[in-house]
Structure formats: structure tokens, C-alpha cells
């Protein structure tokens, strides 16, 4: 490897708005064993499902229906 690379000619990515950010998400148990199980079903990793499940629902513009009690 070099000690230093020049990056003067340097594109951006155009790609960088379809990148994906990893975070923690607390999820039940029930809810991650269901993915795991549609995930054996179809071939596709789990954590795949559930961001493709979630993008479904923000290219709907889905709302859950929420009551709060108290």
C-alpha cells in the first residue's frame, strides 16, 4: 500500500443518498421471529424484510392507527 493517496481528482458517490445507515432498534422477540421465519420462506435476510417492509410503508405514506391510554 502507498503512504498517501492523492484524492484531488476525486468524485463524489453518486450513489450516496441510496446508502444505508446503520442504527439500534429495540424489536420483540415475536416480531424479529416472524421476519427470521418469512426470511427461511423466501430466501431473503431478515433485516432486509423488515427495511424493505418499512420502505413500503413510507412509499405508501402508511400511518399507524394509535390510542394511547391512560
Known amino acids: ?3 498517501e493517496y492523492d484524492f484531488s481528482q476525486a468524485q463524489n458517490n453518486p450513489y ?7 442504527i439500534t432498534i429495540r424489536i420483540e422477540i415475536e416480531t424479529i421471529d416472524y421476519f427470521k421465519k ?3 420462506d423466501s430466501g ?7 427495511n424493505l417492509y418499512l420502505r413500503d410503508c413510507v ?12
Do not use: A, D, F, G
Not at 412509499?59 to 391512560?70: E, G, M, P, V
Open 38 to 40: 418469512l426470511s427461511e
Open 44 to 50: 431473503v435476510p431478515y433485516q432486509n424484510l423488515i
Open 59 to 70: 412509499i405508501s405514506h402508511r400511518k399507524l392507527s394509535l390510542k394511547w391510554t391512560t
Open 16 to 22: 450516496v443518498k441510496s446508502l444505508k445507515r446503520q
Open 1 to 3: 500500500m502507498r503512504k
